[in-house]
């Protein structure tokens, strides 16, 4: 899967759908774009506010681009979460555990193991052929015995 088939697919296709699997390439692509889309609205707004001189604070086009930016973020966050949890499941392990991860990040201290988990866990490649979240998202032809 490619970078704009993973973003199509993600923020088309799947946008809320938190069941079935995704593979590593939907994953990391869908947040490459993430990234660069924040870095794009981040350099932008930089500029902006550079080029108003910081008089009489900020200046309404860099107002404009924060506005922006939060909408973007507040559409992309169900897809990113829903992405997360089909990653998850690419690994056999419920998206509840990630909900679970989540709030022990907001520990101090615990939080830098549980992004480290989080992390690891969408590193690794998914179960090969089908498991109980469904078939595998590179071989759907594959079968494999769920319970074997």
């Known amino acids: 899967m490619g970078f704009t088939e993973a973003v199509r697919t993600v923020l088309r296709e799947k946008y809320a759908t938190f069941s079935g699997r995704a593979s590593r390439s939907e994953y990391w692509w869908y947040y490459l774009f993430y990234c660069l889309a924040l870095f794009a609205f981040g350099i932008v707004g930089i500029g902006i506010a550079a080029a108003a001189g910081g008089e009489n604070g900020f200046s309404s086009l860099a ?36 909900l679970a991860l989540v709030i022990l990040g907001l520990v101090p201290y615990v939080g830098l193991i549980a992004s480290i988990a989080i992390f690891v866990i969408s590193v690794l490649p998914g179960t090969v052929g089908a498991n109980k979240f469904g078939p595998d998202p590179l071989r759907p032809e594959v079968r494999a015995e769920v319970f074997a």
């Open 63 to 98: 107002i404009g681009v924060m506005v922006i930016a939060g909408l973007f973020v507040l559409a992309t966050i169900l897809p990113a979460l829903a992405v997360q949890v089909r990653r998850f499941h690419d690994r056999n392990i419920s998206g509840w555990w990630y």
